[in-house]
């Protein structure tokens, strides 16, 4: 078989890695410079902000054996951060299953599992089209023909734009929901210790901060703060002024630091438009015929449920 495979995130990667371990030809197509979609880090001279997942949690076996092999081949570690919680003014430890990251940064965990796929970068796909069999249409108006199936791990924004308008199950990807959230990086020049490594916080316009420097193999003496602003918040200023919603996060941030964050030498804001599931299918992956949608959103997010549901695809296909 010759499957196109659209996005290389963690999704796409895993479908990749389980249909090749099965004897398929697999290429993969992503709009973005680099390979890993949200499991991503951003640099900004000696400052490096993981500003798209911040660590996962591991609970099915299958995912637990790739994991213990990627931090036998040292890309992910453990991260016992100093975890707490902010809920109505009270301070709590922030429990929950052990979290892993990938070392030395986030997008190390996608690198090291694209190693020896066929994967075209800078390749945004406007259109899937069946004919006799599989044509991918791209917006620099080239095309890719001759695939026996395809597999999207897009976000379902971006898969109802591109899938066939007959895909089986266009109902499920177009009611499929995404939050938007706000990523402010904050780059000083020691690391702050504030006695937390992550704050989470409710009923706030942000809900998440993390010393990036204080993960496991980064450069611990220089601060690289990432905040995210919370999922309702940021729904509803999804067009805001950026200066105006980065104003409204510092002040935010600053507070909860304990320290004045305005005049820090790096600041920046990224907006993800589709960041967590809001409306999920709840299932694996989508199966039409010989095309199946895939990605985190399909079970409701993050990255196990993303390795999860491209595997699920390749398995479809298999
Ligand atoms: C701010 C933020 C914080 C998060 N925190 C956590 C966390 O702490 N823990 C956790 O487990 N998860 C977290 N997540 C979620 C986690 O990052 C995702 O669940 C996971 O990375 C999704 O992987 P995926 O492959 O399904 O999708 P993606 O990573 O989104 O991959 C989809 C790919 O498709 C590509 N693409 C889109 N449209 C096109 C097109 N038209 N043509 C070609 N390519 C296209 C994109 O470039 C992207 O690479 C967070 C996400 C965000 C944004």
Redesign the pocket.
Known sequence: MNIAI???????LSAARELVANGAKVTI????RGVG???STRYAGDWEFDH?????TVQDPDFQVEIDNAIEADVVAPWAARALYLKTGELSADTGRDRYVATPRMNSLPKYWATGLDIELG???NRVVQGENWTLEFEDETSVSGFDAVIS???PA?ARL?LPVNFKHMTSVVSAEMHV?F?LMIGVSEAVDTGWDTLRVKDLPIDWIAMNNAKPGRIANIGSIVV?SAPEWSDLHVAADRDWVQDVMLKSASALIGMPLDQAPHIALHR?L???SKASPDIACLEGDKIVAA??WCLG????R?WLSGRAAARALL
Request: proline content about 2%.
């Open positions: 659209l996005g290389a995130g963690i999704s796409g197509f992503d709009k973005s979609g949200r499991m798209g997942a911040q660590f996962f390749r945004r796909i791990t897009l976000p971006q591109v959230c990523c995210h993800w589709y960041s967590s990605g985190d997010g993050r990255v196990q993303a």
